[in-house]
């Protein structure tokens, strides 16, 4: 089993920066991608940015620019640095693992934090 632990959301101002950290542990041969979606009420969850385990990174056009990806892979853990955030960035963030495990591909979640951009 796969446990990730998310951390770094809060309240902050338009303009203002957040930074998210999501910490990996468990059981696993292999991460392949790590990412951050987000789901918005009313919403569905989408794609922000994810980062392949060759290195490649995806990003949804919205945060293009504003956001930035990477990977500790010492510690397993993937911050997300979100900056000049803007009221339509409010929502929950998950961060997501897609992993090899006994040569079979998985999907973890975590809880989910809450970022809120309001003046």
């Known amino acids: 089993q796969v446990q990730l632990v998310e951390s770094g959301g809060g309240l902050v101002q338009p303009g203002g920066s957040l930074r998210l950290s999501c910490a990996a542990s468990g059981s696993f041969d292999s991460i392949n991608t790590m990412g951050w979606y987000r789901q918005a009420p009313g919403k569905q969850r989408e794609l922000v940015a994810a980062?392949?385990?060759?290195?490649?990174?995806t990003y949804a056009d919205s945060v293009k620019g504003r956001f930035t990806i990477s990977r500790d892979n010492g510690n397993n853990t993937v911050p997300l640095q979100m900056n000049s955030l803007k009221p339509d960035d409010t929502a929950v963030y998950y961060c997501?693992?897609?992993?090899?495990?006994?040569?079979?591909?998985?999907?973890?979640w975590g809880q989910g934090t809450q970022v809120t951009v309001s003046s």
């Open positions: 980062l392949s385990s060759g290195g490649s990174t």
């Open positions: 997501n693992i897609k992993f090899t495990r006994w040569g079979q591909p998985y999907d973890s």
